[in-house]
C-alpha cells in the first residue's frame, strides 16, 4: 500500500478563487460530478437527478453558535475568545488570545460595550492538551452569545459580513446549536432542492457533529501518523441507524452531505458495525482507511495539505481526487466554506 506524506496533498491554488461570499442563492453553487473516470461539470440544483429512489441522504443537524467574543482582561489588555465547547453549569471550554493568557481566578469581561456586556471567571486550562480556558459564564452560554458573540468565520474569509454571516453560514435544518464551524457542504441546500429530493423518492435521516475550530488545525509533519486529530462530538440516533440499515436492506445507497456528516457516521461503524450513540471522535481518515457506512459524498473543496483533502482523497482515490482538483482550478470553481460542491463516489 502506497505510504502517503503532507507534500502528496498540497496543490495550487489562486488566492481569488478563495469565496469570501455565498453564491447569490443557496443552491445555485456549481457542482462537480466527479463520480465517474472524468469530471463533469454541473449545478447544484441537478444534484437530486444524480441520486436514484431509494437513497438514503444524511445530513450533520448541527447549529453554528456565535462562538467569538472580544473583551479585556481586569488589567485592561484585550483578549479575544472562541467558545470551543458547551458544558454544564454555564462552564465552556474556549480558545483565549491575549498578550499575557490570564490567570486561573481571574476575570474576563466580554462584549462590543463592556458596560452592558459580561464577566466570565477563568477556572483554569482545559481539554485534552490543556490547549484551552475553563471559563465559567454567569449564566446560560447560548443566551451570553446570542447576545454578545459573532458569528464564527473561518481565517480565510477575508471579507466578513456579519449580517450575511448569521443568515448564510448556517443550514436550513440547523436544529442543536454548539458548532464553531459550519457544515459547509449543507449549505447549498435549500427548501427547493430538498422538496426535489423528496419528489425524487430519496429519503433523508440526520446525525449530529458539533464542528470545531480544530477544523482548521493545520498538519505541520510530512508523516501523517505523527498529526494528532482533535476531538469532536457526535451523535447518531437509532432511528438514522434503522434507516441506514433499511435503505441497505432494500439496496439503496447511503450518501453523506458533507465530510462531518461522514466522520460522524464512519466513526459510528469503526467497531465494524454501525452503533447509535453520542461520544467523542477523533477518527483520521487518510488513504487505506476502510470505509463501512458511506456511498457517496457530497463536499464543498477544501485546503491544501488538510485533513479534509486527505479524508476525500481516502474515499475516492488520491490520483483522482488529484485530478478533479487540477479541473476545479482550470475552470475557475470558487473554494472552501462559501466556495461550489462536488459529488465523490466511494472507491471500491
Do not use: C
Not at 431509494?54 to 472562541?82: P, Q
Not at 476525500?312 to 472552501?336: K, N, Q, T
Request: no cysteine; hydrophobic share 40%.
Amino acid at each position: 500500500m502506497t505510504t502517503y506524506t503532507l507534500s502528496d496533498f498540497d496543490f495550487f491554488l489562486p488566492p481569488e478563487l478563495i469565496a469570501q461570499h455565498p453564491a447569490a442563492e443557496r443552491s445555485g453553487s456549481r457542482l462537480l460530478d466527479g463520480r465517474g473516470p472524468l469530471p463533469v461539470d454541473r449545478g447544484f440544483r441537478e444534484l437530486p437527478s444524480l441520486l436514484m429512489p431509494g437513497d438514503l441522504l444524511v445530513f450533520n443537524d448541527t447549529r453554528v453558535i456565535k462562538a467569538r467574543l472580544y473583551g479585556e482582561k481586569s488589567t485592561g489588555g484585550a483578549v479575544e475568545a472562541l467558545v470551543e465547547r458547551l458544558l454544564p453549569d454555564n462552564e465552556v471550554l474556549a480558545h483565549l488570545r491575549a498578550s499575557k493568557s490570564p490567570k486561573p481566578g481571574s476575570v474576563v469581561r466580554f462584549g462590543d460595550d463592556l458596560a452592558q456586556g459580561f464577566e466570565a471567571q477563568v477556572l483554569g486550562r482545559g481539554g485534552v492538551d490543556g490547549s484551552l480556558f475553563h471559563l465559567r459564564f454567569p449564566g446560560d452560554p447560548l443566551t451570553l452569545l446570542e447576545r454578545h458573540g459573532h458569528v464564527p468565520l473561518p481565517p480565510y474569509i477575508t471579507e466578513a459580513d456579519e449580517a450575511q454571516a448569521t443568515q448564510r453560514y448556517q443550514t436550513v435544518f440547523a436544529a442543536r446549536p454548539g458548532a464553531v464551524a459550519a457544515p459547509t457542504a449543507s449549505l447549498h441546500f435549500d427548501e427547493s432542492v430538498l422538496a426535489a429530493l423528496k419528489a425524487r423518492g430519496v429519503r433523508s435521516a440526520s446525525v449530529t457533529l458539533h464542528v470545531g475550530a480544530g477544523t482548521f488545525q493545520p498538519v505541520r509533519s510530512e508523516n501523517l501518523a505523527e498529526h494528532r486529530m482533535h476531538s469532536e462530538w457526535f451523535e447518531v440516533s437509532e432511528a438514522t441507524v434503522a434507516a441506514i440499515r433499511e435503505t441497505r436492506a432494500a439496496g439503496g445507497r447511503v450518501i453523506s452531505a458533507g465530510t462531518t456528516t461522514l466522520r460522524a457516521l464512519e466513526s459510528a461503524a469503526v467497531g465494524g458495525q454501525l452503533q447509535a450513540g453520542a461520544r467523542e471522535t477523533d477518527i483520521f481518515i487518510t488513504p487505506g482507511f476502510e470505509f463501512r457506512v458511506v456511498d457517496l459524498l457530497v463536499t464543498n473543496f477544501h485546503l491544501p495539505k488538510s485533513t479534509l483533502l486527505m479524508l476525500i482523497s481516502a474515499f475516492s482515490g488520491h490520483e483522482h481526487v488529484r485530478a478533479l482538483y487540477r479541473h476545479a482550478v482550470e475552470a475557475r470553481y470558487r473554494f472552501f466554506s462559501y466556495g461550489d460542491a462536488m459529488v465523490l463516489q466511494r472507491r471500491r
